[in-house]
C-alpha cells in the first residue's frame, strides 16, 4: 500500500502543529467560536449531539495493521473504548475532547494518517471498492488511481471552498462494491478496444435529500489524461454550482437542470483548454505510486482446499469470504453486525485483535467497507479457520454479510445533532427478528439501509429495503421503500406510503420479506422479485 | 419553563445552566424565562461554553425534562449504549428518553 513520502508527512506534520495552534488560540479565548469552526472543521473535528466527533481519513479504505491497532489505541486512550466505522470508509469516534485533539492528531500523523477533508465543501476521502487488489474480477487494482486523486485533491487551492461537499469513488471491476454511481463523481477503471487502460466518468450522482443515479458522461478517458479530466468536472462545478441554497449546492443539481449534454460540452470545452496547461501529473509519477501496490508475495502452490466439517465455520465461509483472484488465497469479510449490536461499531479491543489477524494472517492489510464491515484481503485459506476462531472468541464471526442482518444503519438521533429520528434501534430490533442463521439463509440477499435524517448517510434510497427516519411533530417516524440497488444495476427505492412507529416498521420488514418468499421464483433475489411483480403485492401486506 | 443548554469548550460535554453555573445534570435546570439572550451573551463570552440556545423544558415529578426527544437524548446520552449515558448505573435511566 502507499506510503508517504517526505512530502506528504510534512505537509500532515504541518497541518498538525497549525491545528495545535489553533486549539490552544481557541481555548486561550483568542479565537471565537465562529472563527474557530471551520477551522476544526476542516480537521475533521464536529460538533455532534453529545460531544465533539472526530472523523479520521482512512483513503479508499485501505489501512495496515500498524494502523488499525493506532485506531484501537486511540479509542482507549482518547475515547471511550470503541470506534464506528463509516459508509464513507472513515471510523469516528464520539467523545474525543477539544483539548486532545491536536494529540491524536499527531498520534495519527505517526502513522501516515489524519483527519484533512473529511468535513467542508471540499473534495472528500477518496473511496473504493474494498476487494481492491484482491478481486478475482477487477480489470485492474483501481487504488492507485485513487491515490493519484488523492493527492490531486489534498489542499487543491481551487477546491477547498467548492459550493458543497463533493465525493469521488473509483472502481476497477463490472460488480460495483463502491456504490460508484451515487458519488458526485464515479470513475470505473476500464479496457477499451486497443487493450490500454483508461477511466469511465459518471457525474452528478448522490443520496441525500434529491437522489440521483450519476449519468455517464465520458466513456474513455485515457491515463494520462485523468487528473486534467477530473479538474474539468470540478471546473464546471465550480464555477456554475449553486452558492446561494445548500439543497441545491451538490453538483447533482446542477447536471440535472444544466442537462448531462450540456454539462458534458462544457466539460469537454474545458477540457480541451486545460490540455493545454500542464497539469497533468507524468504518467511516471503514476508508475511511482502503482509501485507501492504491487501483490503480495502469495505462495505459489498454497492449498485450494478447505475443511468445512465445522457446520459454523462453514456458514461463515459460505457468507462472509469471496473468490480471492490468488490460487490457495481467500477474502474474507469481518461483521461488524452482530445481532442485536450496533452497526459498524467495535470496540478497542476488537480493533486491534483485527489489526493483529490483519498482520499474521493478510499481508498486513485491512480495509473497511462502505457496508460498515472490515476486510482480510489476502487470507491463505490454509489459514483461514484458525482466522475464524479468533475471530469468534471476540465476537466478530458473525455470519451475515449482504444478508438482513447486515444493516448498514448511520449513527442517528442517538449521536447525530442533524438526525431526526434514531437509526441504530430499528436496526437492532430487524436484526434481532431475523437473527436466526436459517430465516436469513432462507430470505439471501437482502440489503437493508437506515438513515436517522434525509441527508442518507445510512444510503436508504439504495437499499432494497431502504428506512428513513423522520420527525413527526416530535415523534419518531419511519418510512419504509422498496427497489433500491447500488451495484451495477443501481436504482432509487420508492417510498411504500405512510410511515410506521420503530415497533410498526419491523413489523412490515417482516411481511414484506414473507411477501418475497411467497412470490420468489428460483434464485431470485428480494431485490429482483421486487422488481417483478412491483410495489402493489408489498403495499397491500404491509397497509391492507 | 425554558432551560439553557450548550457545550463545555474543552470537552464538548452537555451542560444546562441552573441559574448560579453549568451542570451536566438537566435536573438542575433553572428557568431561564425570556433571559435565554442575554445569558447566552454574557456565557459565550466567558469562552467556557459554545453553542448555546434555549429549549422548552417540562419540570415533572422525577425532574427537568426538555420537551422534544433529541433534547432528551442530549441530555441523557446515546440510548443505545446507557452504559455511555449520564446514568450508567440505571439502564432503565433511558426510558424517559423516550
Known amino acids: 500500500m502507499y506510503k508517504y513520502d517526505e512530502y506528504d508527512q510534512q505537509m500532515v506534520d504541518t497541518r498538525v502543529a497549525e491545528f495545535r495552534d489553533q486549539v490552544r488560540r481557541r481555548i486561550s479565548g483568542e479565537l471565537t467560536e465562529d472563527q474557530f469552526k471551520p477551522l476544526r472543521l476542516q480537521n475533521g473535528l464536529y460538533l455532534q449531539l453529545h460531544a465533539y466527533m472526530l472523523r479520521v481519513a482512512v483513503p479508499y479504505g485501505t489501512l495496515n495493521s500498524t494502523q488499525m491497532k493506532l485506531l484501537g489505541d486511540i479509542a482507549d486512550k482518547y475515547d471511550r473504548g470503541y470506534g464506528h466505522f463509516t459508509t464513507r470508509q472513515n471510523i469516528q469516534y464520539n467523545w474525543i475532547k477539544l483539548e486532545d485533539t491536536p494529540d491524536v492528531l499527531a498520534e495519527l500523523a505517526t502513522v501516515e494518517m489524519h483527519a484533512i477533508q473529511t468535513s467542508g465543501n471540499c473534495i472528500r476521502n477518496i473511496s473504493s471498492d474494498q476487494f481492491a487488489g484482491a478481486a478475482a474480477d477487477e480489470i485492474v487494482d483501481p487504488r492507485p488511481y485513487a491515490e493519484l486523486l488523492r493527492q490531486w485533491s489534498s489542499f487543491h487551492p481551487e477546491f477547498l471552498v467548492l459550493p458543497r461537499k463533493f465525493k469521488i469513488a473509483v472502481i476497477a471491476s463490472e460488480k460495483d462494491r463502491a456504490a460508484m454511481r451515487l458519488h458526485d463523481i464515479g470513475i470505473k477503471m476500464v479496457r477499451n478496444d486497443a487493450g490500454e487502460i483508461g477511466a469511465q466518468f459518471y457525474a452528478g450522482g448522490g443520496m441525500g ?32 454550482g449553486r452558492r446561494d441554497n445548500k439543497y441545491t449546492a451538490r453538483i447533482k443539481i446542477l447536471v440535472h437542470e444544466l442537462g448531462k449534454d450540456e454539462y ?48 459454523n465455520f462453514r456458514l461463515w465461509v459460505e457468507r462472509n469470504t469471496t473468490a480471492h483472484k490468488q490460487p490457495g488465497y481467500i477474502i474474507a469479510t469481518i461483521s461488524l453486525k452482530p445481532v442485536g449490536g450496533i452497526p459498524g461499531d467495535a470496540s478497542a479491543d476488537q480493533i486491534r485483535l483485527m489489526a493483529q489477524l490483519g498482520r499474521d494472517y493478510s499481508f498486513d492489510e485491512l480495509r473497511v467497507t462502505h457496508s460498515q464491515n472490515i476486510v482480510l484481503p489476502h487470507i491463505r485459506k490454509a489459514d483461514l479457520h484458525t482466522v475464524w476462531k479468533a475471530l469468534d ?17 448511520c449513527p442517528g438521533l442517538d449521536y447525530c445533532s442533524l438526525a431526526n429520528a434514531r437509526s441504530i434501534p430499528v436496526a437492532q430490533k430487524i436484526s434481532e427478528r431475523f437473527g436466526s442463521a436459517e430465516k436469513q439463509a432462507e430470505i439471501g440477499e437482502l440489503k437493508l439501509k437506515i438513515s436517522g435524517c434525509i441527508n442518507a448517510c445510512g444510503h436508504h434510497h439504495a437499499g432494497h429495503i431502504g428506512i428513513l427516519g423522520v420527525d413527526k411533530k416530535g415523534v419518531e417516524n419511519y418510512q419504509l421503500s422498496f427497489g433500491g440497488s447500488e451495484g451495477a444495476d443501481t436504482s432509487l427505492a420508492k417510498i411504500t406510503g405512510p410511515g410506521f412507529d420503530e415497533d410498526g416498521v419491523v413489523d412490515a420488514v417482516e411481511k414484506a420479506t414473507q411477501v418475497y418468499l411467497a412470490n420468489k421464483q428460483g434464485e431470485e433475489r428480494f431485490l429482483d422479485t421486487y422488481r417483478r411483480i412491483g410495489m402493489d403485492p408489498f403495499k397491500e401486506a404491509i397497509y391492507g | 419553563m425554558k432551560i439553557l443548554t450548550g457545550n463545555d469548550l474543552k470537552t464538548g460535554a452537555v451542560i444546562w445552566w441552573t441559574g448560579v453555573g453549568w451542570s451536566l445534570d438537566v435536573n438542575d435546570s433553572a428557568d431561564v424565562e425570556d433571559h435565554g439572550p442575554a445569558l447566552i451573551a ?57
Open chain 1, 264 to 311: 458534458i460540452r462544457q466539460v469537454e470545452e474545458e477540457f480541451a483548454h486545460l490540455l493545454t496547461q500542464p497539469i497533468e501529473p507524468p504518467l511516471a509519477e503514476l508508475e511511482r505510486i502503482r509501485a507501492h501496490f504491487t501483490d503480495p508475495a502469495f505462495e505459489a502452490g498454497a492449498p485450494d482446499e478447505l475443511d468445512l466439517s465445522n457446520p
Open chain 1, 209 to 240: 435529500r434529491t437522489p440521483m443515479i450519476a449519468p455517464l458522461i465520458r466513456d474513455f478517458v485515457p491515463l494520462d489524461q485523468l487528473i486534467t479530466f477530473s479538474e474539468a468536472c470540478l471546473r464546471v462545478y465550480n464555477r456554475y
Open chain 2, 42 to 98: 454574557r456565557e459565550e463570552g466567558v469562552q467556557n461554553v459554545f453553542a448555546a440556545y434555549v429549549v422548552d423544558g417540562v419540570k415533572t415529578g422525577e425532574g427537568v425534562r426538555p420537551a422534544h426527544i433529541k433534547e432528551r437524548i442530549r441530555a441523557l446520552g446515546p440510548t443505545v449504549r446507557p452504559d455511555l449515558t449520564l446514568k450508567p448505573s440505571d439502564p432503565q435511566a433511558v426510558n424517559w428518553v423516550i
Open chain 1, 393 to 409: 472468541e471476540a465476537g466478530l464471526a458473525t455470519a451475515n454479510i449482504d444478508t438482513v442482518g447486515d444493516i448498514i444503519a
